[in-house]
């Protein structure tokens, strides 16, 4: 873990406990569309991936729908909330682990789909988890990676600023546009990529490996 992620580690360590207070407050209605749309595109056969997941709020939304998720996140708090959310819901077909996006362990061609939720404006070097999502895509799969773009419009360039000064840090300010080229140049087909409007402009983008 070089310096750059160990800070990400500590902060999001220290949030763990307000981080689904946070998401209701300030992204309830951009959550509600990007948990609808992933449940639409969803099968029941298919074995989920989920990179930086927080306290879980994805896999739980959509483990009833598929055959089953791992969850990880670089936070073992944010884990340690999502496995005490486990045993009080009973669920059985999610398993939380405290993983690196940048240095996956699992075996190549693993999972049908991998989603990088709110992830990758975060981080300073994106092209790492995408390559590691890339390695463990199976070659029919899909990768999903819902994306704040804070570079859309000067409001959300402004808000950015003003979540930096509380320890939200966006590694990336990409526009929609930006952020579409960032994922080609990288190696994935975009087969959809829908604009969610809320605090900031969401891409809700659906790719493939080349």
């Not at 930096?164 to 975009?190: D, H």
């Amino acid at each position: 873990m070089n310096n750059k992620q160990f800070k990400e580690n500590t902060f999001w360590n220290s949030f763990a406990n307000y981080y689904d207070f946070f998401i209701k407050i300030m992204f309830r209605k951009t959550y509600k569309k990007i948990l609808f749309l992933l449940n639409s595109e969803l099968k029941s056969t298919q074995k989920i991936l989920d990179i930086g997941t927080g306290s879980g709020i994805i896999p739980f939304s959509i483990c009833q729908k598929v055959k089953s998720v791992i969850a990880t996140d670089i936070s073992p708090e944010m884990i340690k909330i999502a496995k005490q959310k486990q045993v009080s819901s009973g669920i059985e077909n999610i398993d939380f682990q405290v993983q690196d996006a940048y240095n996956l362990p699992f075996p190549d061609k693993s999972f049908d789909v991998v989603i990088a939720a709110n992830l990758l404006h975060l981080l300073f070097e994106p092209e790492k988890p995408i390559s590691e999502a890339k390695r463990v895509l199976k070659d029919n799969g899909i990768f999903i990676a819902p994306t704040l773009c804070a570079g859309e419009n000067f409001r959300s360039k402004a808000m950015a600023n003003i979540s930096a000064m509380a320890g939200i840090r966006f590694g990336n300010k990409w526009s929609i546009n930006e952020f579409e080229t960032m994922l080609k140049r990288n190696g994935l087909i975009i087969f959809k990529t829908i604009k969610i409007n809320g605090r900031f402009p969401l891409a809700y983008s659906v790719t493939s490996k080349c």
